[in-house]
């Protein structure tokens, strides 16, 4: 009775928050757009508006380890898995420029969908192959002008905790750009939040490991770049 209590509560204070913190993504996008053509300063303001979000909950503990593993500038692939909606909060927490790519009904939700729309963000609709095709096209110009790209490559949530197939968007676009995969591996999310309601569990411990990067160079083909990286990130989840 009291996590749905506290659960309430939790997610109107993030609906009556998220107002204050659009508002300033606002005044953020004013200041820097004539200068900062990456976005970059919205970035790390909207990585600071979500993370605030995990910090605040006193159910949950974040840990990040090998941040400096992600650029600050110049283009890369990341890659995580993906288990939970706070999956998207926690990974803001790595406090680096990159954009994200994320099924449409999240651009649809107000405020938080408009300030990805103005980090320019990129939006796709599962199972439209013409989508997938404008999703491809804008991530070639995000990686052109220097912009990392985060993807799921599972392509969705695990329904049952574990590791999913890949899909080969993410590693197409590191071959083809020459630039290199990221992994990242996201513990403890499901636990914090199950895939099918919206009541936290209680206390549980998050952690975001970023895992040595795997140049394409190194692969015979997409498909070995693609299962190298899924290898990474399955060895990882299973380890301590």
């Known amino acids: 009775m009291l996590l749905r209590v506290f659960s309430v509560a939790y997610w109107a204070f993030i609906g009556i928050t998220c107002v204050v913190f659009f508002a300033g ?11 900062d053509r990456r976005r970059v300063v919205l ?9 605030f979000y995990v910090y605040v909950n006193p159910l949950w ?7 400096g593993g992600l650029p600050w ?13 706070i999956d998207i909060l926690v990974l803001f927490a790595l406090f680096r420029p990159f954009k994200w790519v994320s099924k449409q009904e999240i651009f649809r939700v ?6 990805m729309r103005l980090n320019d963000y990129v939006p796709l ?3 439209s192959g013409a989508s997938v095709r404008r999703m491809m096209e804008h991530c ?7 912009s990392p790209v985060l993807m799921f490559p599972e392509g969705r949530r695990t329904p049952d905790g574990s590791l999913q197939s890949f899909k080969d968007g993410a590693f197409e676009l590191a071959v083809r750009h020459n630039v290199p995969v990221i992994p990242i591996v996201v513990h403890g999310t499901r636990a914090a939040l199950p895939r099918d309601g919206f009541i936290l569990r209680d206390h549980v411990d998050v952690r975001v490991r970023v895992l040595p990067a795997l140049d394409p160079a190194g692969f015979a083909d997409v498909a070995a770049l693609r299962d190298a990286a899924r290898t990474s990130i399955a060895e990882a989840l299973a380890g301590p």
């Open 125 to 127: 609709v599962r199972g």
């Open 140 to 146: 070639d110009r995000l990686l052109n002008a220097g």
């Open 61 to 67: 503990r974040l840990r990040v380890a090998g941040r």
């Open 43 to 51: 970035h790390l303001y909207s990585s600071a508006w979500a993370s």
């Open 110 to 115: 107000p405020l938080i969908g408009w300030n």
């Open 73 to 85: 500038r110049g283009p890369a692939v990341l890659v995580a898995n993906h288990a939970s909606l």
């Open 25 to 35: 993504a606002v005044v953020v996008w004013l200041l820097t757009v004539p200068f």
